[in-house]
């Protein structure tokens, strides 16, 4: 269940333009996902969570969606705007443990 | 109100060294965890830390090691460095240590190691 992978998908988009990202989580026991976005050089910094007994979650400009039968997550971005350039990673937890384990990531490219 | 704030931002040390990390967590926030980010891939986790006393700890050797003071701040001890140990390390916060609440990450410190 530990994140993998060296090469990071990317996902080029227009601006103004629907971003979908996708995620597969790997423990069927996970209760707890969340979404975060990194920049170059910072950290992780917190989009939207969404617990296991909630299937959508809607915040501003984002919406995730969680399905529990093919353990698969995904990342919504409404009107895409240059500063949602970034690196996104699901991460999951299992009962509240805090202990998260973070998807590969995928870049975000929005092309003006 | 701060974030989590981590020292130094950025380090350079060589192989056989030994570092340490400090992490302020956000005021009120308890518990405190570790991970580390190898470029190109997610972070790892390695500890967490509440009311001083660990709660988890990732699949990492001994040489790293870590702390939690009174204030709730914290350390991350790497002994006997590889060139492998550079990396990103992160420190989140989060106000309790069981339930699904949210961790804030700090800007993490920049480790190489030559």
């Known amino acids: 269940g530990e994140s993998v992978g060296l090469h990071l998908p990317t996902l080029s988009v227009q601006e103004g333009d629907n971003s979908i990202i996708n995620c597969a989580y790997s423990n069927s026991a996970s209760d707890y996902f969340i979404w975060y976005k990194q920049e170059s050089g910072k950290g992780p910094q917190f989009i939207i969570d969404?617990?296991?007994?909630?299937d959508k979650r809607q915040g501003q400009r984002v919406t995730v969606l969680l399905n529990k039968t093919v353990k698969h997550l995904s990342l919504q971005i409404a009107a895409t705007q240059p500063g949602d350039s970034a690196v996104y990673f699901c991460a999951e937890s299992f009962q509240g443990a805090q202990k998260l384990v973070f998807g590969q990531g995928t870049r975000l490219t929005i092309n003006p | 109100d701060a974030g989590v704030t981590q020292s130094p931002t950025h380090l350079i040390k060589t192989r056989g060294q030994q570092v340490t990390l400090r992490c302020s967590p956000i005021s009120g926030h308890k518990s405190v965890s570790w991970y580390q980010q190898v470029l190109g891939q997610g972070p790892q986790f390695i500890f967490q830390?509440?009311?001083?006393?660990?709660?988890g700890r990732g699949n990492f050797p001994d040489r790293f090691s870590a702390r939690q003071f009174p204030n709730y701040s914290s350390e991350l001890n790497v002994n006997a460095l590889l060139l492998g140990d550079s990396a990103l390390y992160l420190c989140a916060s989060s106000f309790t240590v069981t339930g699904n609440t949210e961790a804030f990450f700090g800007q993490g410190t920049r480790l190489t190691v030559v």
């Open positions: 830390y509440y009311e001083k006393e660990e709660r």
């Open positions: 969404i617990r296991s007994n909630m």
